[in-house]
Structure formats: structure tokens, C-alpha cells
């Protein structure tokens, strides 16, 4: 069965500090990983979509990583800010031949950065 | 662009109760979900449309219908509404890659 965890479930940093979330797929075939940004009461925003040949991507203060052979991704985040408060959601795409891509999500990393 | 819609934003049924989830797209895309949000869950695929004219049943569709109107808009039905079907629902569109994602209606059943 295709499943997607990411770790910690949740997460407090104080403002400017750095952190890594994580992400372990059983997804198969692979087509794409993409992280998503979800505020509080808002859908869900693209941040990276990494293909198979893709290790690393940048947006920003945003950088994803991904090792295809671990099945593993991480999202770290730079010089956090009060904005980055959020959940993040790994989602992991699947090459579906009969109806497109099938898409799996994680539960997401809940977020807090504290002044 | 106004991107991704929904309507309405907010919306309290009774069980039993029916009502339609509307949405609509300004970006030409071919594709369109319907997705719920349950604390701890993750986000669910409901139904699918990969273009105009198809729907597709996705991880949990039970108790709830589609139609695709036109490229533009995708309505989600629920004919007779269960506590259990308390959610957030999200709309999506998308041409592959990636997914753009509606504003959520949040859904109380009670």
C-alpha cells in the first residue's frame, strides 16, 4: 500500500532559528514529490515538486531534498519567521496508467515559529 | 485570476439535510478534486475529474455525487448529509503539476 510519513507531527522554533521536516514514502512507481505550505484555514499552497532525477530545490528560504533510493525527502527551512507558522504537507505522486497521477498525502508537520 | 473558488465558505446542515459544494476554476485547467480535510488524516481524494465530461471515484466517495458542469466549474452533491461527512472540502485543479487549491469550505453535520 502507498503510504507517506512525515515527521515530527509537530514542531515549535524560536524565530530565526533553522529546521528540517521529514518525509519517508513507500509510493511506487514514483513519479513526483511536492511540498505544500497550509496556513491556518487556508488550502494548501504548492512550495517545491521534485521529479525522480531531481535531488535538491529551492524557493526561497525553502530547500527540499530528495533521495529517490532511501525514499526519503526533507524540507528545511532557513532563517525561520513568525510566517512560516503552518502545517506542511508531503505528497507524493504516483504514475497511475489508468486515471493519471495518483496523489498520496502525509498528515503534515505542524509548525510553530515563537517570537 | 482569481485562481480556485468555493462556495460557500461556512455551511451547517442537519442530518438528513442535502446541499452542493460549488467550484470553479479561471485557469483553463483540465483536471479538477474534490478532497476532504479530518484532523490527523490528511487530506482525502473524494472524486476527480480529468476532464470535461469525466468524473472518477477516488479513496472515499460514498455518500457523495459530482458533476463536472463545464471546465470551468465541478460540484460536489451530498444528498443526504451524515455527521461523519463534518469536514473541511477542498477543491483542486490542476494541469498535472501542481495542484492549485481552493480556499476550503468547512462542513458541520449535526
Known amino acids: 500500500k502507498n503510504q507517506v510519513e512525515q515527521s515530527p507531527q509537530s514542531l515549535i522554533i524560536l524565530e530565526g532559528k533553522n529546521c528540517t521536516l521529514q518525509c519517508n514514502y513507500t509510493v511506487s512507481p514514483f513519479s513526483n514529490l511536492r511540498w505544500y505550505k497550509q496556513d491556518t484555514g487556508r488550502g494548501p499552497v504548492s512550495l517545491t515538486i521534485?521529479?525522480?532525477?531531481?535531488n535538491t530545490k529551492s524557493n526561497g528560504r525553502y530547500t527540499a531534498t530528495l533521495d529517490a533510493d532511501t525514499k526519503q525527502s526533507s524540507l528545511h527551512i532557513t532563517a525561520s519567521q513568525l510566517s512560516d507558522s503552518a502545517s506542511y504537507i508531503c505528497?507524493?505522486?504516483?504514475?497511475?496508467?489508468?486515471?493519471?497521477?495518483?496523489?498520496?498525502f502525509g498528515k503534515g508537520t505542524s509548525l510553530l515559529v515563537t517570537p | 485570476n482569481a485562481g480556485v473558488t468555493q462556495t460557500p465558505k461556512f455551511q451547517v446542515l442537519k442530518t438528513g439535510q442535502s446541499m452542493t459544494l460549488q467550484c470553479a476554476q479561471d485557469?483553463?485547467?483540465?483536471?479538477m478534486y474534490w478532497y476532504r480535510q479530518d484532523p490527523g488524516m490528511g487530506l482525502r481524494l473524494i472524486y476527480y475529474s480529468a476532464s470535461e465530461g469525466t468524473t472518477d471515484k477516488g479513496e472515499v466517495p460514498n455518500g457523495y455525487n459530482v458533476s463536472r458542469l463545464n471546465k470551468r466549474e465541478f460540484s460536489l452533491r451530498l444528498e443526504s448529509a451524515a455527521p461523519s461527512q463534518t469536514s473541511v472540502y477542498f477543491c483542486?485543479?490542476?494541469?498535472?503539476?501542481?495542484?492549485?487549491f481552493g480556499p476550503g469550505t468547512r462542513l458541520t453535520v449535526t
Open positions: 505528497v507524493v505522486s504516483a504514475q497511475n496508467s489508468n486515471s493519471g497521477y495518483a496523489l498520496n
Open positions: 483542486a485543479s490542476s494541469d498535472l503539476l501542481p495542484q492549485y
Open positions: 485557469m483553463n485547467h483540465n483536471s
Open positions: 521534485m521529479t525522480f532525477s531531481e
